[in-house]
């Protein structure tokens, strides 16, 4: 609560002599300059004028700005949830947005071993796994990955949309 109350009374200071400085300094000398009445400028300020009147505005129209803005609610996107489906022989990364739409990554994941595919100099897709070792993983052509993708895609917003609750 001290830290909040310090940044407001910080941020209300700056604006206060930002403003002042606009409003009482900058403003009406410029526009002197410009109209040729910088010689009536001179003269209305050696009249005794209530600065703390002017002050005193520019602080509440600040506090007024402040608080008004504080009220307005703000839109907090969700965290989006990040899972595993298995489809099609595959495991696929599935991003959860929370708005009813899920994202899938294109490149599947072995089923075996959870690591992504790569892609050969062939233009082929295989588990990194699969030279050494006894992986049972499918060789996919790039046209059959988009395949795929889209079928996990299809299911992934199934799962998504089958758990919302409809109003």
């Known amino acids: 609560m001290i830290k909040i109350l310090k940044n407001f009374l910080s941020s209300l200071i700056q604006n206060a002599f930002i403003s002042v400085i606009i409003a009482i300094i900058t403003v009406p000398v410029l526009i002197s300059l410009f109209t040729g009445t910088l010689g009536i400028l001179g003269q209305y300020l050696n009249y005794d004028s209530p600065i703390w009147l002017v002050a005193l505005c520019t602080l509440i129209c600040i506090c007024y700005i402040h608080f008004s803005w504080a009220k307005v609610p703000r839109s907090v996107q969700p ?7 298995e489809d099609s022989g595959f495991k696929w990364r599935v991003i959860d947005h929370k708005n009813g739409y899920a994202s899938v990554d294109q490149i599947p994941l072995c089923l075996t071993h959870e ?3 790569v892609l050969t100099p062939s233009e082929q897709y295989m588990c990194r796994e699969t030279i050494g070792s006894e992986c049972e993983g499918k060789i996919l052509e790039a046209s059959e990955i988009t395949f795929y993708w889209n079928l996990a895609k299809s299911k992934a917003n199934s799962i998504i949309n089958k758990y919302e609750t409809k109003h």
């Open 79 to 85: 965290e989006p949830e990040r899972f595993l489906i």
């Open 115 to 117: 690591s992504e595919l």
